[in-house]
DNA sequence: CAGGATCCTCTCTGATACTG
DNA sequence: CAGTATCAGAGAGGATCCTG
């Protein structure tokens, strides 16, 4: 029970003691990544490629839903920033092999905190929005 | 060295065992709660509350660059999910108080734990950055 | 003080068609 | 197979003006 039974944790209580940064903020490595993994698809393609490495349409055919342009989008934003290595295999015809690097495994742990977090207080978020959005007041 | 050490996380490598669930990734809770806090101004909202309870204009001016109408967004939100409490005191004229719920409060652990992840992984990030966007390759 | 209403811009996302 | 290019719609985000 050493940081687990901190109420406030230290890291975001020790920041941001000035007015406002404002500029800072932009370029706050936080709200850096959260931008890009709370976009639609990263963090689905990130578990996926968490588990085995994938080639593009094996993706594709695993979410289904997704489209070509936004799996392209994805997979080259987490490429960019380091998450995902992209190797092209010398078969015919050409296929891509997509994986997580070491920087993207790492980051499952976060993440699957969060994860754990969001899916044991899903349900009272549940019931606040139902409070807030009345789904009609009496017909 | 039970959890921690495990590479990939249990809870993320149990899901998803099927091809894909796609409606099912539109009511996945950790989706959801991503697309909250990966907006533009949530975390940060969130992050002044847990230091104190804050009034609108306090918000405002501790933030900055906010305009009124996204921080009145952003804090109708985290109060329709439950995670802000807004009371309004019998003042004149009028003050609204601001403040973190329990759920709120719970949030900060994953939060900073996600933090934690950034801070330390931003120099590798941002060089990767670098790679996959130069500046100008050569001239 | 704490917003609401309106207008405008940019990004995200998706559908469709085409390519090496 | 693994993408690229283009078009269109929805929402995020901001600026400005107005109100109780």
Redesign the pocket.
Known sequence: MSARNTGVPALLNAALPRPVPSDEHDQCPVTDVL?RIG???TVLVVVLLGQRPH????L?RGIE??????L?????GLAEDGLVH?EV?PTN??????SLTRLGRSLLEPLSILAEWAIENQPVIAASRRIHNPPSSKG
Chains 1, 2 share one sequence.
């Open positions: 931008r976009d639609k698809w080639r593009f349409n094996d594709h839903t997704i489209s070509q342009r936004m392209t989008r994805t997979l080259r992209r295999l015809p050409p296929s891509v092999e997509y």
